[in-house]
């Protein structure tokens, strides 16, 4: 009873440190046992944690959301990286590292699918999309400018259609290109990644067939974990042979 209480004491005591509003919606999140995208179910209703997220977002210091990325359970962590990622947040290689060393899981339900992960993973997953929302935020822009100046006159639903496509990112290519090699390297110098981590950077590089110059790097990775991904990526950067 009075470790429960202590516990409790030391908890309180840590989510002092954030605002009111910011804890109770935090407190929110962490009563959840799995992360979810902003649409889910058959009928692709918007998910009420994925609200919740998008309002600390709006109100939540740079502090804060470190405090929980590092502090927080991880359902709470994976949506405050991600906050973290968009507002381009100095620290995304410190919690990155972290989540790379705790390798805690995460359960993750996307849509109509559930599947079982790791911060650390869904991470780099989300940083390595930010290259996909430049090039639909090019294209909404595109299309948009596009249908201005056109002589034919919008209806309401060809509004909606537009708007519908609207997604935005502060991010650059180059600057995305930079903190994925940083990444790169965090995960490869250190021995204890996951082969996971691991498998997904090889796949990365296999789908979009980019050849980087420190592949010898995960020679160590492919002799420790025997992994088909990491064989077949250190096989098309040696003889240039993709797996059909």
């Not at 990112?169 to 930079?178: A, C, F, H, L």
């Not at 981590?197 to 025997?226: A, G, Q, R």
């Amino acid at each position: 009873m009075k470790k429960t209480i202590l516990l409790f004491l030391i908890s309180a005591s840590c989510f002092g440190q954030l605002s009111p509003k910011v804890n109770e919606l935090y407190q929110e999140l962490s009563k959840s046992n799995q992360y979810e995208s902003k649409n889910i179910g058959i009928d692709g209703h918007e998910s009420e944690l994925y609200k919740i997220h998008t309002e600390i977002g709006q109100i939540a210091t740079d502090q804060e959301l470190k405090f929980i990325a590092l502090q927080g359970n991880v359902v709470a962590k994976t949506y405050i990286s991600n906050i973290l990622i968009s507002r381009k947040s100095k620290v995304l290689e410190e919690i990155f590292k972290r989540y790379l060393e705790t390798n805690d899981s995460i359960k993750i339900r996307s849509g109509c699918v559930g599947y079982q992960s790791f911060l650390a993973d869904e991470m780099y997953k989300s940083i390595v999309f930010e290259r996909e929302k430049i090039k639909r935020a090019r294209y909404y822009k595109k299309l948009k400018n596009k249908f201005l100046h056109s002589k034919k006159r919008l209806n309401s639903f060809d509004l909606d259609i537009i708007e519908s496509l609207k997604i935005e990112t502060q991010w650059k290519p180059k600057e995305i290109d930079s903190l994925q090699y940083k990444l790169d390297q965090i995960v490869l110098d250190n021995k204890k990644s996951s082969e996971d981590i691991v498998d997904l950077i090889c796949s990365y590089y296999l789908d979009t067939k980019i050849k980087i110059p420190y592949y010898k790097k995960m020679i160590y990775f492919e002799e420790k974990y025997n992994s088909e991904y990491i064989k077949d990526y250190l096989k098309f950067c040696r003889y240039g042979i993709l797996k059909k």
